[in-house]
């Protein structure tokens, strides 16, 4: 066993020589971090002893004082010639490690932000490490930094949190907030203290996933292997790690990949604000991507059209699309009815659907599942901004049409104030209502747009109304042929006598989305956008899928000028946000000389000056509206995911 240990010990020279000259060639520090030269003791709250743990050896980085560092290169293998006192004593350790008896004693350590900093036992250390032993036993003294507005120790005081219930090093994410929303994929309380079968069943199921990831995706660091596990817990159960191969793991992984590194990039949503040029893919034609020329497509509907005035545009969208192409769709609807989406997705991709169109954002999870498994099926969910790759998204920018009825709405009230009902604090909806507010600004320099909300308890009609406004903007109509009675929907107005009376209304016409977005599947424009981005489909008026419904009861000079602007709008010459904007801080946001982008258009967070009111917080709204809080809430990011039981 002494020769044994004397060649280990040349092989564990070769190897910190090798990562010493690596270092200096590309200017690194080549030995141990020093955690002495790291921090200043006025930047310690506190220390913190965990007693004896077993510690990942990756996060082994450095000493606690500089000592003889220099006998170790950065990878804690040994630097000094094997004639030296240093290379003695670690062979000895190495021949006591492979003795029967073995190296028992815990090596003393700090850890400081996550990372460990060896101060007795370096060389013990160095012979666990030589023979790549995935745990260290440490006896750990935590230096726990001064609260600051640094993020790297905001996100390190979730983690000491996160440690007091699970007892694990080694899950490292980068964004606050991801520790608790971890503990609740794992369907557990926030404050659940892991047992140790808990604890057990984790690691052995996490070490196999990053395994996995490894393995398809090697050397890669822009995703941590927790911050994978949090997207794959989105759409697969822990439960699926531990039953899948690796290589069959590995391949999941892989159809997650770019939603894994979506997740992480907020910019890699990109959103398409205007239809591919039917017939004109000249890129496509000339590397002769494969075009199909007939489709099997699936609708998958949550309720019967005739219960459902939502459905029923969506259905009335279907019908025109097969009335448009004919022979060249196959279309099928589907029902949730008593089964759930991923069920009802099944039968639709059993069936040969080779397109699915998923009418409900609630659809979205079992959409991202069912993408990951049939990689041959096109998906897309009726929602807007999600940074989901495997499943495009389609919506529109009701913002255009809302400032042609703030417009008119200006016109109309008789008093400065106006009312405003917004369904629900999602992405977009702010546009919407600082569009009206600042449209109907355009024709009442005065106006104040008073915001109530249709998802808190309560009528919030009947609320502006006792206010004593008289023009109200209520929810827009879903499709052209809905029925458009008195105050129920649109824009009205209380009359003297007490009667209400329609003035204008957004509508959707879905077909004319789902016609385009079939022809850029047959023309190949669907295959000119990047897999690696998530693709969010955010059409105007200009594509006909919005519009304005203008009431008999308008006075024609106004139903004039709502033509002229839908005309400006459709043609690119009038740009609601193209002005001078101030918030309700008072805060410049525009300077008049540009408009908005997309992304700043649909992510807004903020209302104009002239708006009263504000975002409800998530506990004041009704319960039924959680779901799509979680989905397209502007504070979506802040939210725990909802699982039901633990899962390890």
Request: glycine share 8%.
């Amino acid at each position: 066993m002494r020769s044994e240990a004397v060649e280990q010990y040349n092989h564990a020279l070769k190897a910190g020589q090798k990562y010493y000259k690596n270092a200096v060639l590309h200017g690194e520090y080549p030995y141990p971090l020093v955690l002495d030269d790291i921090i200043q003791e006025s930047a310690v709250a506190g220390y913190a002893d965990l007693g004896i743990i077993q510690v990942p050896s990756d996060r082994f980085v450095g000493t606690k004082s500089a000592g003889r560092t220099a006998a170790l290169a950065g990878n804690f293998m040994p630097l000094l010639e094997p004639t030296s006192e240093f290379a003695a004593k670690w062979i000895s350790l190495c021949d006591a490690h492979l003795s029967e008896e073995g190296i028992r004693d815990a090596v003393e350590c700090y850890e400081f932000l996550g990372r460990f900093y060896i101060q007795e036992g370096n060389k013990r250390l160095s012979v666990l490490l030589s023979y790549d032993s995935p745990r260290i036993a440490a006896h750990v003294r935590r230096v726990i930094p001064r609260w600051s507005e640094d993020h790297e120790v905001q996100v390190y005081y979730e983690f000491m949190h996160f440690y007091s219930l699970s007892g694990l090093y080694g899950i490292d994410f980068r964004h606050r907030g991801s520790y608790a929303k971890l503990q609740a994929a794992l369907g557990f309380e926030p404050e659940h203290v892991w047992t140790d079968q808990e604890r057990r069943s984790f690691s052995a199921g996490f070490s196999h996933f990053r395994d996995a990831l490894q393995k398809q995706r090697p050397g890669q660091d822009q995703v941590t292997p927790a911050e994978a596990l949090l997207t794959w817990l989105q759409v697969f159960s822990f439960s699926d790690i531990k039953d899948l191969t690796l290589p069959e793991l590995s391949r999941r992984i892989d159809t997650l990949w770019p939603d894994m590194l979506a997740q992480t990039d907020d910019t890699a949503i990109e959103l398409s604000t205007e239809p591919a040029d039917k017939g004109k893919n000249v890129i496509s034609k000339i590397i002769s991507i494969a075009r199909p020329d007939h489709l099997n497509i699936a609708f998958l509907y949550d309720a019967p059209p005739e219960y459902s005035t939502w459905v029923q545009a969506h259905d009335e969208g279907r019908q025109y699309l097969e009335d448009q192409l004919g022979s060249k769709v196959s279309v099928r609807t589907y029902l949730r009815d008593f089964r759930d989406y991923e069920a009802v997705l099944e039968d639709a991709i059993a069936d040969g659907a080779e397109l699915v169109f998923a009418t409900d954002a609630a659809m979205v999870s079992a959409c991202r599942k069912a993408a990951a498994l049939h990689k041959n099926v096109r998906f897309l969910t009726c929602a807007v901004f999600q940074p989901y790759t495997g499943v495009r998204m389609y919506n529109g920018r009701t913002y255009e049409c809302k400032f042609i009825t703030g417009a008119i709405a200006g016109i109309m009230s008789e008093s400065n104030e106006i009312g405003y009902v917004a369904n629900n604090p999602i992405f977009g909806t702010p546009a919407s209502v600082n569009a009206f507010a600042l449209g109907a600004r355009m024709t009442k320099p005065n106006a104040v747009i008073r915001l109530d909300w249709a998802c808190l308890p309560g009528d919030p009609v009947k609320r502006l109304l006792d206010s004593g406004v008289s023009v109200i903007s209520n929810r827009e109509i879903v499709s052209s042929g809905t029925v458009w009675k008195d105050f129920e929907l649109g824009t009205f107005k209380l009359q003297k006598d007490g009667t209400l009376i329609p003035l204008v209304t957004p509508f959707w016409d879905w077909g004319k989305l789902y016609e385009k977005i079939v022809w850029s599947i047959f023309s190949g424009a669907w295959n000119d956008i990047s897999d690696s981005k998530a693709i969010n489909y955010w059409w105007g008026m200009a594509s006909g899928v919005l519009d304005v419904h203008l009431s008999k009861y308008l006075p024609d000079g106004v139903a004039g000028l709502g033509r002229i602007l839908r005309t400006g709008i459709c043609n690119g010459s009038l740009q609601p946000f193209h002005m001078r904007i101030f918030d309700q801080s008072g805060t410049l946001r525009n300077d008049g000389e540009h408009s908005f982008s997309p992304d700043e258009i649909v992510s807004m967070d903020w209302f104009c000056d002239n708006v009263v009111g504000r975002v409800p917080d998530y506990e004041e709204l009704r319960p039924e509206y959680a779901e799509t809080m979680h989905i397209l809430g502007l504070y979506r990011k802040k939210l725990l995911p909802e699982a039901e039981g633990g899962q390890l």
